[in-house]
Each structure stands twice: as structure tokens, then as C-alpha cells.
């Protein structure tokens, strides 16, 4: 079954005019439609209900109902039916990929080997820590109790649609929370894949709600409610300000994954041939839509023009093109906005003065529409340069020398933001050192396998929170202590 299949599918049954409330395919309040544009094509595809304030009171108010039964259900029995939720993402694998490249733009084979694959994961770990986690534990007698927070409002963006859906609601499912979902509309797709496979899962009605909608409106709802008792964005930091703004007046907590610019730290002893290509591909994974992808290549000063010619041949091994052929390696950036910021931060660089290695304006030679991009190489950056300050968001990477360790680090940490960072060297107690130094929720040393267990988060204006393993978990737990708990004879 193709995307085109698939849509018409979601389309006949409705999916496209409704919200997932209460257990139930739901019509809106309001007549609000956002069209949903192919990037490859610039064409739109299919228009989807949005949401105002009244789908999220009805929504919240599903959830809330729903919270006491599942808040008060066994552990292990949340983790029986995420359980099958698992094995319902693994089992549509297929559906979940053709949608994820049809409304973002990822290639099929990346969708297929990491958007959903790494989804699958969170619900995964979610579902092993729902029956291991202790949610009681005793010290000195007092009982510490782990128990969820409440409603959650999870608001999700549009550059990992399901990855980042899962790795919200699994921890809070587990937690025994309830929960508002508010995906973007611009990657609507898989979330309504993803409320489908909730509900054939058995998870009861009321525990997950989906309801679309923009940010100002819906977001802005969620995150004021007065019966939301947390909410959860993954977002730009704009984005992340406005929310804590408006959830401040109801005193719930924010969790925050926000804005990065990572940078990556080639120490003098590294090889290149195995550190340059790797930092090349994590910083344009996704097409370079990736949070934490590590766009700032900090490098020894003498070993400059070497770092260059390696980096400018990894990226002649990149294909741009179609995001359903399986010879694409990167399709298109997700949206005509990130398309335009993309062309607007590759001009500054050019105006700042930095020296460009490949790429450039425009898109790549053949492709006269869609949003694609030129993989590009600045190099002689400095940190006072906007494009080795500002998130760009797009296949764009930035080379600054350093002539001393103590200065890379100083340049690693010239930042507003602190998400991930990488440290590639061949001596493992250097390379430790360096990675302690550096001020970010998540620091790779020569370029380990991703982990759903590492927790992921930032410092600084990155946010706060953590996300991914126990640590996501219990952001969705509060701690209470029972004193006497433990005690021998009543008084």
C-alpha cells in the first residue's frame, strides 16, 4: 500500500475532519481547515480539521474523567496494553513510513530504518519501565510514593511526527497519565495513525485524546487549562516561552525540549577519515531537522583544509531527490517556512564572510520544485558569525577552528543553547574530560548508537525536563511522602 492509498483510506473514513476524543472519531466545534502540503511537490495533498478552545475543554475533560480509573489501574496492566500498542506500530511499520515521507518529506528509507523504528522504541521502554519501575519505596519508614501527575497536554513538532509522539505519550501512559495530544498540522499523518493504533490496542477511552489545531490557538489552550496539570512541548524556544507563559497562572509544570545548535569536537588526536564523514551525517540527518543535530564542527586549526576536503566528500555521497525512491538519502526540508529560513541563513553566511566548501543557494541541480536544499559547508567560521549562532534547522554545517583544547570548549559552550554534543578523539580519557566540560543534557563520545534509555534534554535555553528512559518517566510522576508508613504499632 502506497501513501496515496493510505490517504484515501484516512480520508473516507473520516480521519481528516475529526479528532480522537474520548475513545471516538469526533467532529470539531468550529469549521477550521489547514491544507497539508507534499514537500517534494509543493502540491497539497489533503486539507485537516483544526481545533480551538472548545475541542480542548472537551478533550481535557475525556481525559480527566478517565484519569482516576487508569491512574489507579495495576502497572503492569498499562504496560499489557502498550504492549500491544508496540506491536501495532511495528505491524503497520509500513503504513507509518509512507505517510511520515509523504507529510515531512523523509526519505523512504529513512523513515522506514529510523522514523518509526526509533518510535516503536519509546513505547517499548515505556511499556518494560510500566511493569519494573518501583512507583513505592521505603526510607526509614516513610513510604515515597511515585504517582502520576494528571492530564497532560503533549504538544508535538512537525521534523519527527511519530518519534517525537511516542516518546511523550508512551512515558505518560505508563506514569498513568492522561492525555491531550495536540501534533503539529503540518505532519498530521501518523499522528492519526498513531490514535488509531490506540484505540485497536484497547487502551481505554478517555486516556489518549488527539486534537489538531495550530499553536496559538489549541497549544495556547492546552497549556492554560485549568484542569491540564503538565504540559510537554518539543518545540522552537520561541514556541517553549509562549507555552510557560501561558501555563504559568495555573502553577503546572512545563517540560521543555527546545532550540539547539550542537556542536561537535574534533580533538587533535582523532582520525578524520571515521570522525568527519560521521559528524557530517548526524549533522544533516533528518535533512538537518534534527534538534540536536551537531551543525557546529569545532577542529584543530592545523588540521583545517584536511577537515574540509574529507567533509566536502561525505557530502558529495549525499542524494537529494525524491523522498520515495529508495536511492534517496535526503528528500526535501519539511515545509515552505523552513525552506525560505534555510535560503535566508545560507545568505547571511555568505554576507558574514564565511568561506563556502559545497552547497550554496538553491536547490540541488534537477530539482526545479519542492523544498529541497543544497547540502552546505561554511567554513573559517567564528562564533560571532549568526550562522554559528542560530539555529538554522537545515542541511547547513558550520567548521570553526580552534588552536587549543581550552578554546574548543570555550567555543562548544558559546551558545544560548545546551541540548547534545559530540567529542570524537582516540584517547577515551581525553575525550571524557572534554565531554564533562560541556554544558548540554546529552554529549556523544565518538559516535555511539543512539539509546531510548539515555535521558534527552537540555540546558540553558534548550529547556528543562528530561525525556527518553527513567528520567521521562518520572517527569510525569509527582513524589509524595507517607510518614508513619512503615511504622510498627499505630499511635
Request: aromatic share 6%; charged share 20%.
Amino acid at each position: 500500500m502506497n501513501s496515496s492509498d493510505i490517504l484515501k483510506r484516512l480520508t473516507e473514513a473520516g480521519r481528516l475532519d475529526r479528532f480522537y476524543i474520548d475513545g471516538q472519531w469526533t467532529l470539531p466545534s468550529g469549521r477550521g481547515r489547514a491544507p497539508v502540503t507534499d514537500p517534494s511537490t509543493e502540491q497539497v495533498v489533503a486539507e485537516i480539521a483544526m481545533g480551538d478552545s472548545q475541542d480542548v475543554a472537551q478533550a481535557v475533560g475525556a481525559a480527566r474523567r478517565a484519569f482516576a480509573d487508569w491512574s489507579a489501574l495495576e502497572p503492569q496492566a498499562r504496560g499489557a496494553l502498550l504492549d500491544r500498542l508496540h506491536g501495532l506500530i511495528l505491524e503497520r511499520a509500513e503504513v507509518f513510513a509512507q505517510m511520515i515521507s509523504l507529510e515531512m518529506g523523509s526519505s523512504i528509507t529513512a523513515a522506514r530504518n529510523a522514523q518509526v523504528p526509533v518510535a516503536a522504541e519509546h513505547i517499548r521502554v515505556a511499556r518494560d519501565l510500566a511493569g519494573s519501575y518501583a512507583f513505592v519505596t521505603q526510607r526509614d519508614g516513610t513510604a515515597i510514593v511515585r504517582e502520576a501527575i494528571g492530564v497532560c497536554g503533549l504538544i508535538t513538532p512537525w521534523n519527527w511526527p511519530l518519534y517525537q509522539i511516542t516518546a511523550k505519550v508512551g512515558p505518560a501512559l505508563a506514569a498513568g497519565c492522561t492525555v491531550v495530544l495536540k501534533p503539529s498540522e503540518l505532519s498530521p499523518f501518523s499522528a492519526l495513525l498513531f490514535a488509531e493504533a490506540v484505540h485497536d490496542a484497547g487502551i481505554p477511552a478517555g486516556v489518549f485524546n488527539l486534537v489538531s489545531g495550530e499553536g496559538p490557538e489549541v497549544g495556547a489552550a492546552l497549556a492554560s487549562h485549568p484542569e491540564v496539570d503538565m504540559v510537554s512541548i518539543t518545540g522552537s524556544t520561541r514556541a517553549g516561552v509562549l507555552v510557560a507563559q501561558a501555563a504559568a497562572p495555573t502553577v503546572k509544570r512545563v517540560a521543555q525540549e527546545l532550540g539547539g545548535k550542537s556542536p561537535n569536537v574534533i580533538l587533535p588526536d582523532a582520525d578524520l577519515a571515521r570522525a568527519v564523514p560521521a559528524g557530517v551525517a548526524s549533522g544533516m540527518r533528518n535533512v538537518g531537522q534534527s534538534c540536536s543535530a551537531p551543525t557546529r564542527m569545532i577542529v584543530p586549526r592545523a588540521r583545517l583544509a584536511e577537515v574540509e576536503r574529507i567533509a566536502a566528500e561525505a557530502v558529495s555521497a549525499i542524494v537529494v531527490g525524491d523522498p520515495r525512491s529508495e536511492q534517496t538519502t535526503h528528500g526535501p526540508l519539511a515545509n515552505r517556512a523552513q525552506f525560505r529560513k534555510v535560503q535566508e541563513m545560507i545568505e547571511i553566511g555568505l554576507q558574514e564572510g564565511a568561506r563556502l566548501v559545497c552547497g550554496g543557494l538553491g536547490r540541488p541541480q534537477g530539482l526545479e520544485s519542492g523544498f529541497y536544499a543544497r547540502p552546505t559547508i561554511f567554513s573559517d567560521v567564528h562564533s560571532r558569525m549568526r550562522i554559528a549562532q542560530e539555529e538554522i534547522f537545515g542541511p547547513v554545517l558550520v567548521i570553526v577552528p580552534y588552536d587549543t583544547v581550552e578554546e574548543a570548549v570555550a567555543i562548544a559552550n558559546d551558545t544560548i543553547y545546551g541540548l547534545g554534543a559530540h567529542v570524537q578523539g582516540q584517547d577515551l580519557a581525553a575525550a571524557r574530560a572534554v565531554a564533562r566540560r560541556i554544558r548540554s543534557g546529552q554529549v556523544h563520545i565518538n559516535n555511539p548508537a543512539w539509546s531510548p534509555i539515555a535521558p534527552f534534554g537540555g540546558y540553558k535555553q534548550s529547556g528543562n525536563g528530561r525525556e527518553y528512559g527513567v528520567e521521562g518517566l518520572q517527569e510525569y510522576l509527582e513524589t509524595k511522602a507517607i510518614l508513619g508508613y512503615g511504622a510498627a504499632e499505630a499511635v
